[in-house]
Structures are given as structure tokens and as C-alpha cells.
């Protein structure tokens, strides 16, 4: 069946250092892939994110990597800050069958990151 | 400032007594969502809409019913609560027919069912 997964669910990481976030997914058909960020008490909000033609993609401090032939994707934190902690989550779209186009986003489980001093 | 937007935020009640959360998008999204996340279990899709009178069952529809009679608000109904739907829900919203599927969700409502 489909799936999203991560790899660890707590990364501990002093302030300063990069930050790698891992995320396994299952379904060869996904052709897009999100990586959403989650702080105490708020919704779910976009990082960054990459299509299945790309096996990279850099944002403000953030990087995303996508090896399809291993179906693994993976977030990195360029100098990891205290305001970077947070549970975050990868996605994958899904065309769900005779919805008429719709794709709906599944989510891994979450991998908590903490930056300590 | 463009927005998801849910209320209450915080909601403790009784087993069996009816429950509506709101929704709001002023975003003019044509698709919408509810989700719920449990512990160790990530987002998983409620009901979802496609447009105004257009809803369709996500990955866990037990329990819950829908409305999307406007296309900003999409209120979640739990006509009979129980204590397996104590759980923290959102709301989401996105655009249709752009190249990406990203959603842009609403801060969240918890909810405990006694």
C-alpha cells in the first residue's frame, strides 16, 4: 500500500549545525513531495518543495533531495537555529482514482527536531 | 492576509452530543480538507472538497459529515462523538489547478470527547 515514513522520530541537534531529516515513501507513481514544518500549537506550514523531474532543490537554508531510485527523500538545515525546532513532516501526492484529478497529500508520522544551545 | 481560519481552537465535550467545527478560507480555494493527527500517526484525510457541493470520503470518514455549501467555509460535523475522535483536526485549503498540491492549513482545534 502507500505509505510516507521517517527514519528517526526525535533529531537532536546543537545550534549552528545542518540539520538532515530523513523520509522513506512508497509509491513509485508520486510525482511531488512536500516538506511542511509544525511549531507547538499551529498548523502544519510549507518549506519547501520538490517535483519528480528534479533530484534537488534549495531554498533559504533549506535543501531537499529526492533519490527516486531508493524512494528516500531528505530535508536539510543549514546552520540549524533554535527557531527551527519543530515536528516536521514529509508528503507525497497521491491521485486518488476517479475523483476527477484530485491528488490528496500523505503524510509520514513526523520527525521531531530539537536545537539545543 | 491570506488565511485558514477554524474555530473553536480548543473543545472539550460529552460523548453524544453533536459538534460542529468551522472552517473558513479566504484564499477563494476551490479544494478543501479535514484532517486529524494522532501521536505517531501523522495527518490523515477526513472528507475532502473538490467545490461547493463536491465532498468525498479521505482515508478515515467514520464518525464525520461535511458541507461545502460556500466555497470559503467547509464545517466538520460529528453528530455522535465519542472518545476515539479526542484528537487534534485541521483544516486545510489549495488552490486547484496549479502545478504544485500544496496546502495551507489552519491553526488547529482539539478536541476531547468524554
Known amino acids: 500500500g502507500e505509505s510516507v515514513g521517517l527514519h528517526l522520530p526525535t533529531l537532536s541537534v546543537q545550534e549552528g549545525d545542518n540539520s538532515i531529516i530523513n523520509c522513506a515513501y512508497s509509491n513509485s507513481a508520486s510525482d511531488y513531495f512536500i516538506w511542511y514544518k509544525q511549531e507547538s500549537g499551529k498548523g502544519p506550514q510549507f518549506i519547501i518543495d520538490i517535483r519528480s523531474n528534479m533530484d534537488k532543490r534549495q531554498g533559504q537554508r533549506v535543501t531537499v533531495l529526492l533519490n527516486k531510485t531508493v524512494k528516500h527523500l531528505s530535508l536539510q538545515i543549514a546552520a540549524t537555529q533554535p527557531g527551527d525546532s519543530a515536528v516536521y513532516f514529509c508528503?507525497?501526492?497521491?491521485?486518488?482514482?476517479?475523483?476527477?484529478?484530485?491528488?490528496?497529500?500523505?503524510f509520514g508520522a513526523g520527525t521531531r527536531l530539537a536545537v539545543h544551545p | 492576509e491570506a488565511q485558514v481560519t477554524q474555530n473553536p481552537r480548543y473543545l472539550i465535550t460529552v460523548t453524544g452530543k453533536k459538534l460542529t467545527v468551522t472552517c473558513s478560507q479566504n484564499m477563494n480555494h476551490e479544494y478543501m480538507s479535514w484532517y486529524r493527527q494522532d501521536p505517531g500517526l501523522g495527518l490523515r484525510q477526513i472528507y475532502y472538497s473538490m467545490n461547493v457541493e463536491v465532498t468525498d470520503k479521505g482515508d478515515v470518514p467514520e464518525g464525520y459529515k461535511v458541507s461545502r455549501k460556500e466555497k470559503r467555509n467547509f464545517p466538520l460535523i460529528l453528530e455522535s462523538p465519542s472518545p476515539n475522535q479526542t484528537s487534534l483536526y485541521f483544516c486545510?485549503?489549495?488552490?486547484?489547478?496549479?502545478?504544485?498540491?500544496?496546502?495551507?492549513f489552519g491553526p488547529g482545534t482539539r478536541l476531547t470527547v468524554t
Open positions: 486545510a485549503s489549495s488552490y486547484r489547478g496549479g502545478i504544485t498540491y500544496e496546502q495551507y
Open positions: 508528503a507525497e501526492n497521491s491521485l486518488v482514482p476517479f475523483s476527477g484529478g484530485y491528488n490528496k497529500l500523505i
